[in-house]
């Protein structure tokens, strides 16, 4: 009866660390994208350019992109939680210094400040899963940030409609104060420890950079890298597509590009369980072969069978993405130990968002390349679909790429973590040797 009631309250405890790093990951994600939908206003709050409101969002991207690593470092150094809970504090703080802001560049600033918070909270929320989560569940733990990170982004948009009519602009920053507040007391109550010894403070800071050389790490960041780019592709060609192709209205392109979203909610534990089940390499081989074969559909099928054509490419493209989420995540931070974590997951976000910038940026310019001479919207039809499938062409052969990079010969010190499952035979007594590698080895 007594380790019954103790298996119960460890899995409630269990159950309460979960729900703190989801709701950390959902602020990091909300804000990402709630701010967007406030740019219009904004234009008109501070009778500024178009150009000029944009830095709202891009100085929350380009805080968290160069934060990240920094926020794991600090992490290993001084406690996954410690720096946790002191990102949190960050991000209320510039929650209020965003929506008390009198004038843009204020405001800009208040965001990067923001940014930097949500650094922290990316960032250790996924280390601090893979730290607390038991090994049969470690792939279900990371589908469901997964699933969290996908909600969020899709939240943003509509909360701020929502919010933007009956508050103001300041409402979208004013409604993430009391969502981290509570997300700082679930961290504080939920979470174990608070910070690190001396030993592993002088390992953390003493030890050589073993992640640089570390060939299955360096895998599992440069097939991260080239999928962020293929889904960053989706959000940006395929509203010029919908539109300009298409023909049709916005709200029924923003309807249409919401079901990736959407699908990827509803597929992120689930792709998790299949890693618990199967292992990371075979749900990487799914993951990037569904990739694959999306990218393919979207240069051919919309072309075919119009937006029906688009979500059903949409629809194989998005759960190939959280497949590979779920399983590449959980290989890199595998053999990890423990006072390296945070950098790991630092350099997995990292990665991640250098692909989106590369797929906003390179993958934008193959498709204005398609379409042709001229402005964007002068193109016509068989223009537009001439550069969505000539994008998307690229896009499926980036994917081969990837799956060459996963499943190829091993190159570096390659622990070829993405190939083979995480878990550990417990019965077998070399599962309990400690695998921290020496400092002064270099060697994993």
């Known amino acids: 009866m007594m380790e019954q009631a103790e298996q119960q309250r460890a899995a409630g405890a269990q159950t309460g660390i979960m729900v703190a790093l989801a709701l950390a990951m959902l602020l990091a994600s909300l804000g990402t994208s709630i701010a967007n939908i406030a740019l219009p206003m904004l234009i008109e709050a501070f009778s500024a350019s178009f150009a000029q409101v944009q830095s709202v969002v891009i100085s929350y991207l380009v805080a968290l992109t160069i934060s990240v690593v920094i926020a794991g470092r600090l992490g290993d150094t001084y406690g996954l939680k410690r720096v946790l809970v002191g990102g949190l504090v960050v991000f209320a703080t510039a929650s209020i210094l965003c929506a008390v802001a009198k004038n843009l560049w204020f405001l800009s600033a208040a965001r990067a400040l923001q940014g930097i918070g949500a650094a922290c909270l990316m960032t250790l929320a996924m280390a601090l899963m893979r730290q607390t989560a038991s090994e049969t569940r470690v792939g279900r733990a990371m589908g469901l940030l997964g699933t969290v990170s996908a909600l969020g982004t899709a939240l943003g948009p509509s909360l701020g409609g929502l919010l933007i009519p009956v508050t103001g602009w300041p409402g979208i920053f004013w409604v993430q104060v009391p969502l981290a507040m ?256 020496d400092p002064a080895s270099g060697q994993t």
């Open 182 to 437: 509570l997300a700082l007391i679930l961290a504080l109550i939920t979470l174990p420890g608070g910070g690190v010894g001396r030993e592993t403070k002088e390992k953390a800071r003493s030890t050589r950079r073993w992640f640089m050389v570390d060939g299955g790490l360096v895998r599992n960041l440069a097939i991260n890298i080239l999928v962020a780019a293929v889904m960053m592709t989706t959000l940006v060609v395929g509203p010029f597509y919908l539109v300009l192709a298409l023909g049709l209205e916005a709200r029924q392109a923003g309807l249409i590009m919401a079901v990736g979203p959407v699908v990827s909610i509803v597929s992120g534990i689930p792709a998790g369980r299949l890693v618990d089940v199967w292992g990371n390499g075979p749900v990487l081989a799914l993951g990037l072969i569904l990739l694959t074969v999306g990218a393919l559909l979207l240069a051919f099928v919309p072309n075919l069978m119009g937006a029906i054509g688009y979500l059903l490419s949409i629809s194989v493209l998005t759960p190939g993405y959280q497949l590979f989420q779920a399983a590449n995540n959980t290989a890199a931070l595998a053999d990890v130990p423990k006072d390296r974590r945070g950098t790991v997951s630092g350099l997995l976000t990292l990665s991640r968002n250098v692909g989106l910038i590369a797929g906003a940026s390179l993958m934008g310019a193959v498709f204005t390349f398609g379409v042709g001479s001229g402005p964007l919207t002068a193109a016509t039809a068989p223009d537009v679909a001439a550069g969505m499938r000539l994008t998307f062409l690229l896009a499926s052969a980036t994917m081969v790429a990837a799956i060459g990079i996963a499943f190829g010969p091993p190159f570096g010190t390659d622990r070829r973590n993405a190939l083979v499952s995480h878990r550990q035979d417990v019965s077998d007594p070399r599962a309990t040797v400690d695998k921290t590698p």
